[in-house]
């Protein structure tokens, strides 16, 4: 038995995410830069053998899915619930929660100019973001983080898959000091497909 | 996210710069932030050199068209940036120094709030990419095993066999309309005492026999409710085995070795109405 075949068998039998630390359980001889290698080297196989399916990470863990070309012939089973799709508004809120983590709802709705309750409940229903801790200040407000269920959900590795912030008080005043002709420079969208990386995990810090 | 689109005032260029040059649903955005960037972005508007009065004009026209359709609080979070419209407005009317100080303009809050925000709403179409890619993918699971049972009861089809069927096993139409006898009043407690009686006797019965020898309506129901009652008691058991057939009622343990049946049995009133029969 390949370390490959128990990775394979493990992840193959999984409805969900694993670590490779989860994956590693499978057998004594497995550990979690081992369960790394099974899992690139397994990759590697399905490349070349054209699966339809692959092993990609979402968050720490990995999971084997379809890849995106047979989307239009799965779309044919569309008999089990999915998981959502968000609103505008979440999305929004999502996505100055990623970037300000651990941050509460005044400073959200700070930056929306609106009020954030309601849309900060739907988000904590779907488990998309949890309460991270409690700030200082009056009151002690809740402050908010993104939870691995928001990686999955976007099929991002680690929060550095999201665009390049940019400090956009430095950037305006450069802008406006020089006379403010152009805008801000807009952050890159990452057009990555839930890439199936076999780039060094070392590189991320595990 | 796709931004209500700015519908040219008929009879207007689309480039009109005068002071109310789209209609804008106002609760097509989400907040005042959103309607000051779709002002601005739609008239390529530099966002470093707002003209605060043509754009204020133009925030207040949205506002007089849609403010009222929306809920109170949504509408206070419009009508606060209004006001902060307002208030910039005013202070640009001050004097200021010969050296405009990018600092000390009264817009630059508001510049950092929007373009603040803009990037946010980068990011959050940079999400809704990445949503819709994830989505592509399937996992295990997905498909269900087989289709989906029938979540819904068996169909209650009866046939026209079944219904003359149900029609001659009603009771003929009872004597009293013909013979003015004055119809017995029977209760559901006398019913109940009945049911417990024959219960005692027998291991199981018909519900008809609780009301087919008086044939009259009032008797039927009375023994429905005594069994219903009973049932909820959880002194009897009822049971149909299919849809129309004959109901049973058993006896739970209680009533037969409890002592309970047997008071009720032995009231006279009960004794009364068995005699009728």
């Known amino acids: 038995m390949r370390p490959e075949q128990i990775v394979e068998a493990t992840l193959f039998a999984s409805l969900g995410p694993l670590t490779p630390e989860e994956l590693a359980r499978a057998d004594e001889s497995l550990d979690a830069a081992g369960v790394r290698e099974a899992i690139d080297a397994l990759r590697e196989s399905y490349d070349e053998a054209d699966r339809a399916f692959q092993v ?37 809120t999502l996505a ?32 998309m973001i949890e309460v991270v801790g409690r700030g200082e200040g009056l009151g002690r407000p809740l402050l908010y983080g993104t939870t691995r269920k928001f990686l999955d959900h976007f099929g991002f590795q680690d929060l550095d898959d999201l665009p390049e912030p940019e400090e956009l008080a430095v950037s305006l005043r450069e802008e406006g000091g020089a006379g403010g002709d152009e805008g801000p420079a807009e952050p890159q969208p990452v057009q990555r497909e839930l890439e199936p990386t076999d780039e060094g995990e070392e590189e991320r810090g595990g | 996210m796709s931004r209500a689109p700015a519908v040219p005032v008929p009879g207007r260029a689309p480039g009109h710069l005068g002071p109310e040059p789209f209609v804008v649903e106002l609760d097509r955005f989400r907040g005042p932030l959103d309607l000051l960037l779709h002002l601005i972005r739609s008239q390529d508007i530099d966002i470093f050199d707002i003209p605060i009065a043509r754009i204020t004009a133009q925030f207040q026209v949205a506002l007089d068209a849609g403010l009222e359709r929306l809920e109170l609080d949504r509408a206070g979070e419009f009508i606060e940036m209004a006001s902060t419209l307002v208030r910039i407005k005013a202070q640009l009317l001050l004097p200021r120094n010969e050296e405009p100080d990018w600092e000390e303009d009264p817009r630059a809050d508001l510049v950092r709030r929007l373009l603040e925000y803009e990037y946010f709403l980068d990011v959050a179409r940079v999400l809704l990419g990445a949503e819709a890619d994830r989505r592509r993918h399937f996992a295990k699971g997905y498909v269900e095993p087989r289709p989906a049972p029938e979540a819904s009861l068996p169909e209650l089809e009866t046939g026209r066999e079944e219904f003359l069927e149900a029609v001659r096993s009603m009771p003929e139409p009872g004597p009293e309309a013909s013979h003015r006898a004055p119809t017995r009043s029977v209760t559901v407690e006398e019913k109940m005492s009945l049911l417990g009686r024959l219960l005692e006797k027998a291991r199981r019965l018909a519900f008809e026999k609780l009301f087919r020898p008086w044939g009259t309506r009032p008797h039927a129901v009375a023994a429905l409710m005594a069994c219903l009652e009973m049932a909820r008691q959880q002194l009897i058991r009822i049971e149909q085995t299919v849809p129309f057939g004959s109901i049973w009622i058993f006896p739970r343990p209680r009533l037969v070795e409890g002592g309970e049946a047997e008071e009720r049995g032995d009231e006279p009133r009960a004794a009364g109405a068995a005699e009728g029969a």
């Open chain 1, 56 to 92: 990609y990470q979402l968050g720490d863990g990995y999971q084997v899915l379809t890849r995106p070309e047979y989307a239009p012939y799965l779309e044919r089973f569309d008999a089990v619930p999915r998981s959502p799709t968000l609103s505008e508004a979440a999305l929004e």
């Open chain 1, 96 to 127: 100055i929660i990623a970037y300000r983590q651990p941050i509460g709802r005044v400073e959200i709705e700070e930056v929306r100019g609106v009020g954030s309750s309601s849309v900060l409940h739907t988000l904590q229903d779907w488990e």
